[in-house]
């Protein structure tokens, strides 16, 4: 990896999808590091499974990786643009919020999450609540760790993974075609055989009911907010349809006063896994987007 010629680098996030298809069409001269989330598919877990612990065990990762393989002496930071599905979107969410020592977050792309705390709040609504909770039903029943390992574990981890998978998917055909590619579910299922990685998926969940929104609420009162060039990407018809107002609205208070919010609704049926599903046209919104951030980052 070399960030001589690259206004910045590449951070992907992601623990339900993968960025193979992707990858390949992201500028060339742009240096790209896309760890697992720690505990997901073949990464060893951490002691720690909060947002925060997470995004810096994999940015520290990245800043040693990079001064490893550059040829650059600088000691100014790194920069870096932020990419994050579903998890890795939060943990996105909130490194955007604390930041790292020797790395400078040039811009954020979000892809199919609301906030945290906007999830749980929208479970409170008697309109929406039962229509919510049955949608989502795993956030609550992961996070009680021991409980949710016990019956994934009975049940299979595969088949667990492989039908969450097929549940959040669209009904484009052709999406559905390019996220089953390449025998990936079956790839993705061999992951949850193991124990680890189910422990390390529910104790995500477990920190997403208590620390990571705790965290949130307490940015909140605080008047934290995000104050970089923000990119959201969602499927339309999925967690698009859940909100009745501009999807971008769903994060406007979450975002500081003068920052440009881009959103874009993945539509023909397209479902969670846009990156999988619709990557020519991920890859294209996200890249006019990086045109836009690394001049901006060129002009610091």
């Known amino acids: 990896m070399s960030t001589n010629h690259s206004p910045y680098v590449l ?3 992601n623990s339900k999808c ?6 390949p069409l992201f500028p060339k001269d742009a240096p790209i590091f896309a760890p697992d989330l720690p505990g997901y598919g073949g990464s060893a877990p951490i002691s720690q499974n909060d947002k925060l612990s997470i995004g810096n065990a994999v940015l520290a990762a990245l800043k040693t990786e990079v001064k490893r393989t550059t040829s650059s002496s600088s000691s100014s930071a790194i920069p870096i643009v932020l990419i ?5 979107a939060r943990v996105a969410h909130r490194l955007v919020l604390s930041g790292y020592d020797g790395l400078d977050i040039l811009g954020v792309c979000l892809i199919d999450i609301v906030p945290t705390a906007t999830q749980w709040q929208h479970f409170s609504s008697p309109v929406k609540a039962a229509k919510e909770l049955t ?4 956030w609550p029943l992961l996070a009680n760790v021991p409980l949710a390992t016990r019956m994934i574990t009975a049940y299979g981890g595969a088949n667990w993974c492989t039908e969450m998978i097929q549940r959040w998917a669209g009904t484009n055909p052709t999406g559905l075609q390019s996220l089953k590619s390449d025998d990936a579910l079956a790839v993705y299922g061999g992951f949850f055989e193991q124990e680890s990685v189910i422990i390390a998926s529910n104790e995500d969940y477990k920190h997403g009911a208590t620390t990571d929104v705790e965290m949130d609420e307490e940015d909140q009162k605080a008047g934290r907010k995000i104050e970089k060039p923000l990119l959201l990407l969602y499927s339309a018809e999925f967690i698009g349809s859940r909100f009745d107002f501009d999807f971008g609205a769903v994060w406007k208070e979450w975002v ?13 049926g397209i479902g969670h896994f846009g990156a999988e599903e619709a ?4 890859a294209r919104v996200i890249g006019e987007w990086l045109r836009e951030v690394g001049e901006a980052g060129a002009r610091l």
Request: charged letters at 25%; glycine letters at 14%.
């Open 11 to 13: 951070q992907l996030l």
């Open 18 to 23: 993968r960025w193979r298809h992707i990858i």
């Open 84 to 88: 994050g599905h579903d998890r890795g």
């Open 135 to 138: 949608g989502y039903f795993h």
């Open 256 to 268: 500081a006063d003068g920052v440009q919010i881009r959103n874009h609704g993945l539509e023909n």
């Open 279 to 282: 990557p020519e046209e991920c």
